[in-house]
């Protein structure tokens, strides 16, 4: 009997929608086609197939439905699910819109979501997202719209995880090949596929939710930054990133365009390798902090569009960021100083590795940098090398250079998770401190926001003081917009047509 | 060494090509000893500066511009010029003796070694020379030897090709039956009395070879596989200054300038040499 009630009110309010749906297309003001450049092509159509957020979680979030989704100011926003809340330190309880479903019929309801958990979650077939959910210990459905997730431990940072895990069909997915073929449950649908050169996307009539706004949209590959640049400014495409930051002022000019820049959550920096000589020497460290003029790398480099990080490897959108900390200051006499008392043998040529076309012009932050360590005595050599090698030096083959040039963020935008990445232990540490590993250790043990936060406090204090890195800057995230549209930018890496509506 | 002259005076595009290779060469010889900036040091603050004329001599003049970095790009044009010379001419001589030798050596003794060799160097050919570039950098990792290395790799067949051919018929000369009908030894007869019948065309080929090898050498740095920054080299300007092209255009102008006049130069010097040594086109004339 309950099921039939339930049969009948999704069909109501599938109607419901349909109809809003139609009423909403037919508004002259929606039709509009957008283009939006991406920098490489799409790897693959699985979203539990990529970590990519910038890339093939951009274009798989217009088609696949999320629980949460992630606004451009960071603050997490009901999508599938309406509701979700901490039951205890160890269990999440979700709430999920009525009637939702996918294109072909197949309900977006609790089940849906368990299958989709059990599907990363496989330890005899892990994808490559699976680490995100090591902590789930298992799904509760309660009914279809209400579910509870149960951890191992506290994990805090789960409903923002969460706005990255997209939904597949489960009845679909076993005939279909999710990598190579879609099936809508969100705002568009995939129209055209033409691997390596573009997506084009249509709205999904079928849609539970607020109808899409534009009539198409088409993800473009525009490798080349000048090419991007020149794209937006003809007006080929409406929506650009990584532009360099002295490119701005230049597309403002254009009729056609705009273009600004937000603080990302990634941080720069130049990684040490403490498990090597002189690199375990703390006075060398903080030298080499002293040596860099950060303030001018951030207003000549990038036109002041960067912000110098205080010290810390967080930017002040995360959980955990610490206020007080102050950058080391510009120094060179206090670097040649405590060279000295170092006594570090400078004749010594150090490897600076620099994985190429990777971070917003940081070849030229790498020979800036290069530069100011040469004038306190510091010689190094700069060694390119790409990207994937790069990251098997430092992931895979855990040998890294004595110092590179990195970039990283954390997509739940939480102290858990950046500062880890520098936790003894962590294949990607390199440095290991025993106080800074009980302050992290300390931050995950609760998911009382005071508590955690006096830990994360403590750690930067100590990660400062230490200095395993030349804390740097956040690097800008730069966009260029065409006037058709209106767009804020966006400091993570999320690349969205739903984040733009129609300029007046 | 007259009559070299007063050839080359008669061929107007031979001259521009020597002309313009002879003032190249002393630019970088001079390098060290012209009061340029420092080609590796630059000054944030003066970063994508355009070219000027004004205050020329003054120490700090840009005659060219800076880069992304704040260098001076013509300080950076000559003493790239230097690498891309060095590396490029290593390279032929080195790809130019092993290629002289093989070619000798497969030319003169036939059989089985001639077989072995001209069977090497159709397979190197049927293999794209920048991909085989690419391998064996990326394998052995970016520095100069290796581009040296990898260049002259790519450089000797065509010298033992053409040497080879060369050697067929020189070897049933009669200086060379008789050379062999008092006794001489093989290797007495291949580097004594073939060699230096040889030495040119190997230098013809050696030219032409210089201007495809100057080309490989940027687009190896340009794919960032040749030297480190900051040290100058034209490909790697040009791959660095490309973010730049529609608002710095003289990031890359000056460096693509500088490719295509050192190839022009080259070529067109070559040519007439090529000219100049065959007897055919000498009597022609």
Redesign the interface.
Same mark, same amino acid.
């Given at each position: 009997m309950t099921i039939t009630t339930g049969k009948i009110t999704m069909t109501l309010s599938k109607l419901l929608t349909t109809t809003a749906a139609a009423t909403m297309m037919a508004l002259p003001a929606f039709a509009m086609d957008v283009t939006i450049a991406q920098t490489s092509a799409v790897n693959t159509l699985d979203p539990h197939g990529s970590a990519s957020v910038g890339l093939d979680l951009s274009v798989l979030s217009h088609i696949y439905p999320t629980l949460i989704l992630r606004a451009p100011d960071y603050s997490l926003q009901p999508s599938l699910a309406t509701d979700w809340e901490a039951v205890d330190d160890n269990t999440w309880k979700f709430t999920l819109t009525e009637g939702a479903t996918f294109a072909n019929g197949e309900p977006l309801d609790a089940e849906t979501v368990a299958w989709n958990i059990a599907r990363v979650t496989d330890a005899e077939n892990p994808k490559r997202i699976s680490s995100w959910f090591s902590q789930i210990d298992g799904v509760n459905v309660i009914s279809p719209t209400e579910f509870e997730i149960t951890t191992s431990s506290p994990y805090p940072a789960l409903p923002a995880q969460l706005s990255m895990f997209m939904l597949l069909p489960p009845e679909w997915a076993s005939e279909h090949d999710p990598v190579t073929e879609t099936m809508s449950g969100f705002k568009y649908q995939m129209t055209e596929y033409v691997p390596g050169d573009h997506i084009t996307l249509s709205p999904n009539p079928d849609f539970w939710g607020e109808a899409a706004q534009f009539d198409s949209v088409t993800f473009r590959v525009i490798p080349?930054?000048?090419s991007r640049?020149?794209a937006l400014m003809a007006g080929e495409v409406d929506l650009i990133n990584k532009v @360099?930051a002295?490119?701005i002022a230049?597309i403002e000019e254009s009729p056609n365009a705009t273009a600004g820049a937000v603080d990302s959550t990634r941080s720069v920096f130049i990684k040490f390798n403490t498990e090597k000589a002189p690199l375990d020497n703390k006075a060398f460290r903080q030298a080499l902090n002293y040596a860099v003029d950060k303030e001018?790398?951030a207003d000549?480099?990038f036109d002041g569009l960067a912000t110098v990080s205080n010290c810390q490897v967080m930017t002040p959108d995360y959980f955990g960021y610490n206020p007080d900390l102050e950058a080391y200051p510009y120094d060179p006499e206090r670097a040649r100083e405590l060279l000295e008392e170092s006594g570090v043998d400078l004749s010594q040529t150090i490897e600076f590795e620099l994985p190429?076309a990777t971070y917003l /012009?940081g070849?030229?932050v790498?020979?800036?940098v290069?530069?100011m360590f040469g004038d306190v005595g510091v010689k190094t050599?700069? /060694?390119?090398m790409e990207f994937g090698a790069y990251l098997d030096k430092y992931r895979a083959a855990h040998d890294l250079g004595r110092l590179s040039l990195l970039g990283q963020a954390w997509a739940t935008i939480d102290a858990d998770g950046l500062l880890t990445l520098f936790k003894p232990g962590n294949q990607y540490s390199y440095w290991n401190d025993e106080a800074f590993d009980e302050q992290l250790v300390a931050g995950i043990a609760t998911t009382d926001p005071e508590e955690r936060e006096a830990a994360y406090k403590k750690a930067t204090e100590i990660m400062c003081e230490e200095a395993p890195v030349v804390f740097l800057y956040a690097q800008p995230a730069t966009f260029g917009a065409s006037t058709r549209v209106t767009y804020e930018g966006r400091g993570d890496d999320w690349l969205r047509a739903f984040d733009m509506s129609p300029a007046d | 060494m007259t009559h070299f002259l007063k050839d080359l005076s008669r061929s107007r595009a031979g001259l521009f090509g020597f002309v313009l290779l002879v003032v190249i060469v002393a630019l970088a010889l001079l390098a060290p000893l012209l009061d340029l900036p420092d080609p590796? %040091?630059?000054d944030?603050?003066a %970063?994508?500066a355009g070219p000027t004329w004004q205050g020329l001599f003054s120490p700090g003049a840009h005659p060219l511009g800076t880069d992304?970095?704040?260098r001076d790009i013509l300080s950076r044009l000559i003493h790239g010029s230097r690498m891309t010379l060095m590396v490029a001419s290593t390279a032929v001589v080195l790809g130019g003796i092993v290629g002289t030798v093989l070619g000798i050596l497969a030319g003169y003794k036939g059989g089985f070694i001639d077989r072995l060799l001209m069977r090497l160097v159709d397979i190197q050919l049927a293999i794209p020379l920048m991909l085989l570039a690419l391998l064996v950098v990326a394998a052995l990792g @970016?520095s100069i030897r290796n581009v040296v290395l990898v260049l002259a790799l790519t450089s000797w067949i065509r010298y033992a090709r053409i040497i080879r051919a060369q050697v067929l018929s020189l070897r049933e000369r009669e200086f060379v039956q008789s050379a062999r009908a008092i006794g001489a030894s093989t290797a007495r007869i291949m580097f004594l009395h073939i060699l230096p019948n040889v030495l040119t065309p190997a230098l013809v080929v050696g030219t032409l070879e210089l201007a495809r090898v100057i080309i490989m050498d940027a687009a190896l740095s340009f794919l960032?596989l040749g030297v /480190? @920054? @900051?040290t100058p080299s034209w490909g790697r300007m040009l791959a660095?200054g %490309?973010?730049?092209?529609?608002?710095a255009w003289w990031t890359v102008t000056f460096p693509g300038l500088a490719i295509v006049l050192t190839v022009l130069s080259v070529n067109l010097f070559g040519d007439w040499l090529r000219d100049y040594f065959d007897p055919k086109t000498r009597s022609a004339k």
């Open positions: 080349e930054t000048a640049v020149a @360099p002295s490119e230049r001018l790398i000549a480099l190429a /012009q070849e030229e790498t020979q800036a290069a530069q050599e700069i /060694q390119t | 590796t %040091r630059g944030l603050r %970063r994508l992304e970095v704040g @970016p960032g /480190q @920054p @900051p660095d %490309r973010v730049y092209l529609s608002s």
